[in-house]
Nanobody
Framework: QVQLVESGGGLVQPGGSLRLSCAASGTIFSILTMGWYRQAPGKQRELVAVIARGGLTNYADSVKGRFTISRDNAKNTVFLQMNNLKPEDTAVYYC????????WGRGTQVTVSS
């Protein structure tokens, strides 16, 4: 069974930074992609950023230039460095892992407010 544990969320002022981490544990044979999604109140879950095993990345237009996704393949961990945060970035952030099967974390709250 695969488990994903996110950490690093919290309350930050506009313009501030946060770094999210997601560690995968359990029986994992081959990770295809790891990524971050977010869901704001009353909205659908949306892609934030995704990274493939070889390092290829994809970002939502709304976060390009502000967020950076990275991963540590040896530790099955993915990170999301979020800079210049805006109130519209407020959401629950979820980690997703794809091995051919799909796994989700429980989410971590990010609140951007003055």
């Amino acid at each position: 069974q695969v488990q994903l544990v996110e950490s690093g969320g919290g309350l930050v002022q506009p313009g501030g930074s946060l770094r999210l981490s997601c560690a995968a544990s359990g029986t994992i044979f081959s990770i295809l992609t790891m990524g971050w999604y977010r869901q704001a109140p009353g909205k659908q879950r949306e892609l934030v950023a995704v990274i493939a095993r070889g390092g290829l990345t994809n970002y939502a237009d709304s976060v390009k230039g502000r967020f950076t996704i990275s991963r540590d393949n040896a530790k099955n961990t993915v990170f999301l460095q979020m800079n210049n945060l805006k109130p519209e970035d407020t959401a629950v952030y979820y980690c997703r892992l794809s091995t051919g099967y799909e796994y989700w974390g429980r989410g971590t709250q990010v609140t951007v407010s003055s």
